[in-house]
Nanobody
Framework: VQLQASGGGLVQAGGSLRLSCAAS????????MGWYRQVPGKQRELVAR???????NYADSVKGRFTISRDNAKNTMYLQMTSLKPQDTGAYYC??????????????WGQGTQVTVSS
């Protein structure tokens, strides 16, 4: 199973970006998925998560600015980021709880995609 994250880049404060995370491989079903952010010297922190049914939760710092969504038919998750701030800068990693078969569940991580917000 692979998670491929894309969509990062350099943007000015106030701008927008849309991240995507596509899962591929031998997947029985994808359960909860999420985006995490990491900056050098700090622990990876939760940005947002979405359940298979579409229930969401967000870090307080991004509420009202970021929207997480998913397309179960495409095994893909998105993060629409608006009103970006310099403090949103970091490497964004996608995470998924993958049901490999009816008896096996594992968590997978994608590679990071860098988001840099200039002031």
């Amino acid at each position: 199973v692979q998670l491929q994250a894309s969509g990062g880049g350099l943007v000015q404060a106030g701008g927008s970006l849309r991240l995507s995370c596509a899962a591929s491989g031998s997947i029985f079903r994808l359960d909860d998925m999420g985006w995490y952010r990491q900056v050098p010297g700090k622990q990876r922190e939760l940005v947002a998560r979405v359940s298979r049914s579409g229930s969401t939760n967000y870090a307080d710092s991004v509420k009202g600015r970021f929207t997480i969504s998913r397309d179960n038919a495409k095994n893909t998750m998105y993060l629409q980021m608006t009103s970006l701030k310099p403090q949103d800068t970091g490497a964004y990693y996608c995470n998924a709880d993958v049901i490999l078969d009816p008896w096996t569940q594992r968590a997978f991580w994608g590679q990071g995609t860098q988001v840099t917000v200039s002031s």
